[in-house]
Structure formats: structure tokens, C-alpha cells
């Protein structure tokens, strides 16, 4: 089994998903401009757990260039990340999650009235897979055309994430669920499934990585970048079904999931940051992201298996002018 490539999405792409989109950026608001000189306090940056081990390299490059700034970061579930943000109040200058479409629906209006955010940007993408080692149950006959039928086998053990809760859970389930109609395997979804009872099923992703490695588990639903980034094998699945293609958006949203924390439909991986409206250090805030969508940004993220957005994408309004020099305006499924 192949480790995968990477591959740069260009705009082109994204626009061919809504052309009307891509234009000239709007004016940014006035409380959104850049800072001016250096930026210094506590900055608290809260992400995705698949964003854990490219966000700490991204920090420590980013305070090698702004000393004065303390970051404090954790990495949990998306759902959960924008939660703390939104219902529970937590001080955060930093948003960062897997699946773009949780800041617009989440954040920009919330039932009360709340706005908890303006604008998003969309930097990297990812596909959703099944990782495993040389040691995993059927791993020796495991083909990109019979997965499945390894992994529905009595006795396989799959480890996924809480679709309530985390956005690998719920793509999961969607990529599950393309597959069906892919392959014409009705019953693809529910086989797979019966190997994934709920004790294997944890917050975020990430928790289960060392269960993989060990052999506690054989095969863990996952992004390919953790595959990546643990020296792990995985399943090299079709853009139809593992949600990484912009082009096959209207295909993916035929799924519509029902979780606990609403009907997730299928969209295109892409990783978004905001800025919270209430932010404690803005200034800080902007600084990291304007360095996350840099060059050296990039380099970072594509080291670890993601797929960087060139240029990056942006939703919303009062996008801030340094964020708008370096974006295209494109209006994401859903986003």
C-alpha cells in the first residue's frame, strides 16, 4: 500500500465549485487591521487534536519571530474546540478546526443573536482513511479494492472517533457511506461497523493512535496526515468517497448524517482559522495566522502530510486587510 503524495490545491479548483464566488476581497473592518510593531502577551490558540504536532512546530517557529508571546494551546475535538469558544465562554484568540463548515454554522450567528466570529480561512486539506501496520489483521491481503471486505471480517479491530464530537467521526461515516454507493456494497457500512463497537470509539482521533501502534487495535479511522506523520500504513481510497476533492462536492453532499450535535453533511475537507470576536489579544492572533498561511506556514503544514491550500481561501466578512493580500474569497459548500 502506497504512502500517498502531496498535492497542492490551487484556486482554480475551488472556484470550479462555486465560480461566482471567487472575486475581489471586501473591505476589512477597522478592528480587524494589522498590528503594527511587534505583538507581545498571552496568546491562547485552541485546535483540532490532527492539528497537535504541525501547530507545535508552527509555534515554535512563531515564537522564534515574536519572543514577547507566550502561547498556550490544546488540541481536542472540533466540535468541542468551537463549543469552548461558543457555550461554555472560554477566552481563545485562536480557532483552528477540521472542518471549515463548524465557524460559519457555530460561530458567525448563533440562535440568541451571538456573533462569535466574522470570517474564516481555509488553509489545508486532508483525506479521510484507515491507517494500520504491517502486523494488523488482513493486513498482507489488503488491496484498495477489498478493503472493506478485510476490515468487515470477524475479529478485525477499528478505532474511530465520536462523530458527536470530532469531524474525523462523523467523515468516517460519510466516507462510509459513499462507499456503499461507490462500490455497490449496500451493507459496506454496517460490515465495517460491527468491528467498531463503542468502547473503541473515543474524542478525538488522535487518543487512539498508540492503540494502533501497539496492536491493540488493527485499523483506526483517521486523517492521512496522522498516517503520515506516525510512519503508519493506509488505505489509498478514491477521491469519490474520502471527501478530499472540491470537484466531487456536490457527490459528497449527498450524505447527510445525523449526529448529537446536528445533521453533518458531506463537504470537502478543509482545515479553517478564525479570530473569535472576543478575543483577548487580537493583535497576537493575527500575527499567528497571517504566519500560518505564510510560506514558512506551509511548509510546516505540507511536512506533515497535509495538503496546503495555495493560496488559501476565505468566507465571511471583515476580513482583516493582511489576511485579504494573501486569500481569495470563495464561498465553500455550506461555508
Known sequence: MRRGFRLTIVLSTLCAVAPAACGSPSPPSSSNTDPAGPVSGTLVVNGAGTLARPFGEVIAAFK???????VQSRFAGSVEVVRRATELGTPVDVVGVADYTLIPS??????????????????????????????SAGAAELTPENWYQVLSRPGVRIGRSNPDTDPSGYQVLQMLNLAQNYYGQPNLAAGVLANSPAET???????????????????????????????????DLPAQID????????????????????VRTG????YALTIPTKAPN???ALRFVEFVLSPAGQRIMSDNG????????SG?????????AVTKPTTLPGG
Open 282 to 284: 487580537r493583535a497576537a
Open 243 to 262: 471527501l478530499s476533492d472540491p470537484a466531487q462536492a456536490a457527490a459528497y453532499e449527498a450524505v447527510q448524517l445525523p449526529t448529537a450535535s446536528g
Open 64 to 70: 522564534e519571530q515574536n519572543p514577547d508571546v507566550t
Open 306 to 313: 497535509f495538503t496546503v491550500l495555495n493560496p488559501a481561501v
Open 201 to 235: 470509539m473515543v474524542g478525538t482521533e488522535t487518543q487512539l493512535l498508540p492503540a494502533v501502534t501497539s496492536g491493540q487495535i488493527d485499523y483506526l479511522g483517521i486523517y492521512r496526515s496522522d498516517a503520515l506523520q506516525h510512519d503508519l500504513r493506509f488505505i
Open 106 to 135: 457555530e460561530m458567525f450567528k448563533t440562535d440568541d443573536g451571538t456573533k462569535f466570529a466574522d470570517w474564516y480561512a481555509g488553509f489545508a486539506s486532508n483525506r479521510i482513511t484507515f491507517a494500520y501496520t504491517d502486523h
Open 267 to 270: 463537504r470537502p475537507i478543509v
Open 316 to 324: 465571511g466578512a471583515n476580513l482583516p486587510a493582511s489576511l485579504a
